[in-house]
């Protein structure tokens, strides 16, 4: 049991990413409490409790400041603690600048940058009550190399790296450690618009190895393994840094 006595938030759990890494938080003995805008998430946490652990839904808009520190209170409430955030729910929407409309751009920003702010915001000092704790910031390989028409995800990805350092920096004496996951291709929904820009899925599979060395598209369990490992007492030492799980798109 990885994370014995520990109490997590997963954000973007009602499919994905976030779902897997609820799924292993709770097996590895975490109480976790799933979060998302879709109500669907209430499936996966019964999913997760029907196999024995402990977990509930609450519904909320990430990128909300009332919504959050409504999550942060029920989280506390519901299992008297917190040492997890594991920050997953993002969304992309292409666009060059010129395309992009500006709302787009702001809600982008909102989701995958605000969101993490929020939670930090009123996530900390709960931890700091607990004597510490991780956050896990989901970025990508976008975080470091950007790509073609996806300006709002990019700029917002490399704002999320930049900011899982400062957080770091300012939180380290409290024993509370923030790092960054940043995945490569992986196989969930949020890459449809972008699948569609260039072709269609099966004209990106078709170049895989020129897109992601290793050749297949990364399952969403497989980075869900990499926020396990940030969540629990093995990466104490790390803070401030980004673990990068791209399959190879960042070493060309
Ligand atoms: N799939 C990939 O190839 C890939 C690559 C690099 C990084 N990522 C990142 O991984 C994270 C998870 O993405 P995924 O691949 O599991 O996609 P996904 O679309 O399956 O999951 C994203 C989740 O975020 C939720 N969400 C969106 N807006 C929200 C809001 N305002 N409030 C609460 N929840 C909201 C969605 O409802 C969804 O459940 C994202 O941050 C994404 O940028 C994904």
Redesign the pocket.
């Known amino acids: 049991m990885r994370l014995a006595n520990k109490v997590a938030i997963v ?8 779902a897997a890494t609820a799924r292993k938080y709770a097996r590895e003995g975490a109480k976790v409490v799933l ?4 109500d669907k ?1 209430s499936a996966v946490a019964q999913e997760i409790r029907d196999e024995g652990f402990d977990c509930d839904f609450f519904q ?5 400041s009332s919504d959050v520190q409504a999550l942060i209170q029920h989280a506390v409430q519901t299992y008297g603690a917190l040492h997890v955030i594991c920050n ?5 929407i292409p666009g060059s600048v010129v395309d992009l409309d500006e709302s787009i751009w702001d809600l982008t920003f ?3 940058v605000k ?1 993490m702010f929020l939670t930090a915001k009123y996530g900390i000092p709960e931890m700091i009550k607990c004597g510490g704790g991780s956050i896990i910031n ?5 975080s470091f190399v950007a790509e073609p028409m996806l300006s709002a ?1 990019v700029a917002s ?1 490399g704002g999320i790296l930049m900011l899982t350092k400062q957080m770091a920096l300012d939180f380290a004496k409290d024993n509370i450690r923030v790092n960054c996951v ?10 449809d618009a972008h699948h569609d820009l260039f072709g269609g899925r099966a004209v990106l599979e078709a170049a895989i190895e020129e897109v992601q060395p290793i050749g297949r598209v ?1 399952r ?1 369990e497989e ?1 869900a393994d990499v926020n396990l490992f940030l969540a629990s007492d093995e990466s104490s030492s790390m803070t401030g840094s980004a673990i990068v799980c791209d399959g190879g798109i960042t070493a060309k």
């Open positions: 954000t973007g759990a009602a499919q994905g990413i976030g979060t998302d805008l879709l998430g909320a808009d990430i990128a909300k997953v729910a993002g969304i992309n909102a989701v995958n969101s989901t970025g990508s390989a976008n995800y990805k940043c995945p490569g291709w992986v196989d969930t929904t949020i890459n990364i969403p980075i």
